[in-house]
C-alpha cells in the first residue's frame, strides 16, 4: 500500500480592532485546522521584521498574551493591551512550542501576523496574514558534514525520538584521506540560541589554518525544548553529559581517525560548558578555551550584595544589559509572562527542581519571580554548579583539573557583565596557584571581537597547542 504524505497549508485573517485598550484577531473562515498555542502580542514604538522583533525589542517593549489558546476557523479572540501611545507596530505570534523567548521570533511551522502600524485609537486596521514559518534551509559546506545518531541514553531516561535526536557537524581537515594520519578533535558548544551552524564564518577560517595545524572540527548542537543544555544531566534536559561522554566522543573515535587528544571551546552558555566539561571530565579533554562564560561566580551576578534578584542595596533595578537598559526583572517577567522558554528557563532546566505538573514554567526558581528575592533552599542547589565555588572547595583537584590546560577570554565591555564573573575566577585561581591563560579583549563586547581575523587565528593557535 502507498505511504502518501499530506501537506495542509491555510491562511487567516487578522482583524485588528483597538478600542477600549482590546485587540481583537479574527482568523479567516479559510483555515482549513485548528492550532493551539500561547498567541503573544509585541506592542513596539520601533519598527521590527515581521518574522520576530528580536530579544532586546521584546525585553523592553510591552507584551499582551493569552495563554493555552485553541485557534478555530473563523475564530476571534480579543488581547487587553493596556494604553497605548501611538503610533505604535503590532504584530502577533502563536507560541506552540513555548519557544517564543529563546529567539523572539516564529518557530518552524508556526504561524504569525504581518507587521501592524497602529495609528491611533478608535481606528480598524486590517491586514492579511499567510505567514507561516519555513524550517530553515540548511548550508551546504562541502567539508562540514551532518551526523547524527539516536541517544539510547536518552532513551533509556523516558524522553522521546526527536529529544534523543543528537545532530553535530564534523568537519575534516584537507588531505584526511589520503594518509593513515591520527588528528586531535576539537569539540565546540554555540551559545543561547544558536545552533551547530552559529559559527560557520570561524569554521571556514579555521579551515584555511588545518592545513598547517590538522584537527578534526566537530560541532555540537546544545538546545534543548528549555534552550541551552549546557551538556549537563538534568532532571529537565536528561543525561546529557553522559551522551556527549559516553556516546558523541566514543562515535567520533569510531568512525575517525582520532588521536585521544581533544580540546572543547565555547561561547557564552557554551564557554561555560566548555569549562564544566574539562572540570567534570578531565581525563577526555586535554584542555578547554571559552569566551565571554556565563557567570563563573553565581552570588555577584545574580544578586550582588542585595540579595535580590531584581533591586541593588540603594534601590535601583539590578541590570541584566545596562547598555540597553534592561533590567534583570524585565528578562525573568517576560518569560514568565508568555509561559515561553528564554534564557532564565534555560538556567532552571540545568541547575533547578524540575515539576513538570507545576503551572507556568515548570522549575522551582532560586528567587521569587514577582519581588527577586532569594529563595535559599533552591539557591543552595544552584550555588553547587558554580565554578568559582567548585574550585574554592577542591583546590587540589582544581589544580590537576585546570593547570595549563586552560584559557579564558572576554570583552572589556562585555554587555551582559560576565567580564567581572570571568575575572573573579581567574582571581580565585591565581590565587591558589593554578596556572591558566586569562585575557581582556580590549573594547571587546560580549560578541563583536569574535570572528575578527587576528582573534580567529590566536584561538586556533591555542586549540592547537592545548591538545599536543
Not at 338 to 350: D, L, V
Request: charged share 25%.
Amino acid at each position: 500500500m502507498r505511504a502518501f504524505r499530506v501537506l495542509i497549508f491555510f491562511c487567516f485573517l487578522l482583524t485588528t480592532v483597538c478600542s477600549a485598550e482590546t485587540l481583537e484577531v479574527k482568523f479567516s473562515p479559510e483555515q482549513q485546522e485548528s492550532r493551539k498555542g500561547n498567541l503573544i502580542v509585541v506592542i513596539s514604538k520601533e519598527k521590527f521584521p515581521p518574522t520576530g522583533p528580536g530579544i532586546l525589542t521584546v525585553w523592553q517593549e510591552r507584551l499582551a498574551v493569552v495563554e493555552d489558546l485553541e485557534l478555530k476557523p473563523g475564530g476571534t479572540v480579543k488581547v487587553e493591551v493596556g494604553s497605548l501611545k501611538t503610533p505604535v507596530y503590532i504584530a502577533a505570534y502563536l507560541d506552540e512550542n513555548k519557544d517564543f523567548m529563546g529567539t523572539c521570533h516564529a518557530g518552524a511551522d508556526e504561524y504569525y501576523t504581518s507587521q501592524l502600524l497602529f495609528t491611533g485609537k478608535g481606528k480598524r486596521l486590517f491586514t492579511k496574514v499567510d505567514a507561516r514559518r519555513k524550517p530553515r534551509t540548511l548550508p551546504t559546506v562541502s567539508w562540514l558534514k551532518e551526523h547524527s545518531f539516536i541517544s539510547s541514553r536518552m532513551l533509556d531516561a523516558g524522553f522521546g525520538r526527536d529529544e534523543a535526536t543528537l545532530k553535530f557537524l564534523v568537519g575534516l581537515p584537507p588531505g584526511y584521506w589520503q594518509t593513515d594520519e591520527t588528528y586531535p578533535v576539537l569539540f565546540v558548544t554555540h551559545g543561547f540560541s544558536g545552533n551547530r551552524w552559529a559559527y560557520l564564518n570561524r569554521y571556514r577560517q579555521w579551515r584555511e589554518m588545518m592545513t598547517d595545524k590538522p584537527m578534526i572540527l566537530v560541532s555540537l548542537d546544545s538546545n534543548s525544548r528549555f534552550g541551552h543544555h549546557l551538556f549537563l544531566n538534568s532532571e529537565a534536559n536528561g543525561p546529557r553529559f553522559d551522551v556527549l561522554t559516553k556516546e558523541v566522543v566514543p562515535y567520533i573515535d569510531h568512525y575517525f581517525r582520532s588521536n585521544g587528544k581533544r580540546v572543547i571551546y565555547g561561547q557564552s552558555s557554551g564557554g561555560w560548558t566548555a569549562i564544566s566539561a574539562l572540570q567534570k571530565a578531565p581525563q577526555l579533554f586535554t584542555g578547554a578555551v571559552a569566551t565571554g562564560p556565563d557567570p563563573l561566580v553565581l552570588d555577584s551576578w545574580w544578586f550582588g550584595t542585595s540579595g535580590n534578584a531584581f533591586v541593588k542595596s540603594d534601590g535601583s533595578p539590578r541590570m541584566l544589559c545596562p547598555d540597553y537598559s534592561l533590567t534583570m526583572k524585565s528578562m525573568v517577567e517576560t518569560e514568565v509572562l508568555t509561559n515561553s522558554y528564554g534564557q532564565y528557563s534555560a538556567f532552571m532546566a540545568c541547575f533547578s527542581p524540575f515539576q513538570p505538573d507545576r503551572p507556568g514554567l515548570p522549575f522551582l526558581s532560586p528567587f521569587d519571580p514577582k519581588t527577586g528575592a532569594k529563595d535559599p533552599e533552591v539557591w543552595d542547589i544552584w550555588k553547587g554548579y558554580e565554578m568559582d565555588g567548585w574550585v574554592r572547595a577542591h583546590p587540589e583537584q582544581a589544580r590537576e583539573t585546570f593547570s595549563n590546560r586552560l584559557a579564558l577570554f572576554v570583552g572589556e565591555k562585555d554587555e551582559f557583565g560576565l567580564r567581572e564573573t570571568t575575572q573573579q575566577f581567574s582571581k580565585t585561581l591565581e590565587e591558589l596557584n593554578i596556572p591558566h591563560r586569562y585575557q581582556e579583549i580590549p573594547g571587546g563586547g560580549h560578541t563583536n571581537y569574535l570572528e575578527k581575523p587576528d582573534f580567529v587565528k590566536t584561538c586556533w593557535d591555542l586549540f592547537f597547542e592545548l591538545a599536543e
